[in-house]
């Protein structure tokens, strides 16, 4: 049992308020998954050719202090990547003229205790271990400013509560995804993806699921036509919501067995695994609330 939730802002002055509003919808879903939580966010792409990856220090003796300006100065060194960071607290935000495939080969040398999470123009991502409250509360989510976001708590059922095991997890670049529920195929998922170079970092079921849909994505197919080609190939209980640069989707296994709950207004559209999660966003009381059909895409623009 793990909480999902998204927010998309459709007027543009309530971007400023994306993590505030966030924040208690977030907390709101602790007692779905008290052990670990995160946030993917979504806001204007980097100019040109910068690109940037999510940086976890954590597991680096010392990461609560870790030195990201040593970090960036050697990046700079060794590959001219133009780098700069911006930290919030046992993450790192790097940003650089490479591509971020490059950058994650050279900080995999640099220090391999550290964990790229993310990467692309778009997307910034931070999770970690601790309940939902303590979790925002320390990288700051409620001052967060952007278009769209998801988010998770989780209650880990088959695989142990780790930062990187928390979600969301991304595959490829600006792309995530947060998952309730559980797979009964992941390793063979794994297997079918094997053969075209795509590895894993974790035994989470959930970054199987990742894996695919952004294979489909970087083969060509639009995102409903990738969520099609996962119903025949996910096999279990799900409700994902995934969240790309200009879309925030949402679907369900054809049994729906894992809640969900859609809020939308003209303002927003706001998703969570249960309506309490929902019930402090402005003008909710005169939204078009609504359950997910099972099997069903739900897709919104940024």
């Known amino acids: 049992m793990c909480g999902i939730v998204g927010l998309l802002v459709k007027k543009p002055a309530l971007r400023e308020q994306l993590g505030q509003l966030t924040v208690p919808m977030l907390i709101g879903m602790t007692e779905r998954g008290p052990d670990s939580a995160g946030l993917a966010i979504f806001t204007p792409p980097l ?85 939902p409250a ?60 094997a053969p075209y170079g795509i590895g894993f970092d974790t035994d989470n079921d959930t970054e199987a699921a990742t894996r695919f849909l952004e294979w489909r994505l970087r083969e060509g197919d639009a995102l409903k036509d990738a969520l099609q080609k996962g119903f025949a190939v996910l096999d279990g209980f799900y409700t994902f919501l995934m969240g790309t640069p200009t879309e925030l989707a949402l679907i369900r296994d054809p049994f729906a067995c894992k809640p969900a709950v859609v809020a939308e207004t003209d303002d927003y559209v706001a998703i969570a695994s249960e309506f309490r999660s929902l019930a402090h966003l402005p003008d909710v009381r005169n939204a078009h609330v609504f359950e997910p059909a099972p099997e069903e895409m739900y897709v919104w623009q940024a």
């Open 134 to 193: 303590e979790v925002a509360a320390r990288y700051g989510f409620g001052n967060f400013q952007g278009t769209h976001l998801v988010a998770h708590t989780r209650m880990a059922t088959e695989s142990t509560v780790t930062p990187d095991r928390a979600h969301p997890f991304t595959a490829g670049e600006d792309f995530c995804l947060v998952h309730n529920g559980s797979l009964s195929n992941p390793n063979g998922i794994r297997r079918m993806l």
């Open 47 to 131: 100019t040109g050719s910068r690109k940037k990856v999510s940086v976890f220090s954590g597991d680096v003796e010392g990461g609560d202090h870790y030195d990201w300006h040593a970090l960036v100065r050697a990046l700079n060194q060794a590959l001219n990547a133009q780098a700069e960071v911006a930290v919030k607290g046992k993450h790192g935000i790097v940003s650089f003229a490479l591509e971020p495939e490059a950058v994650r080969t050279w900080i995999k040398g640099y220090e391999p205790l550290l964990k790229v999470f993310s990467a692309g123009k778009s997307i910034d991502l931070y999770k970690d271990v601790g309940t």
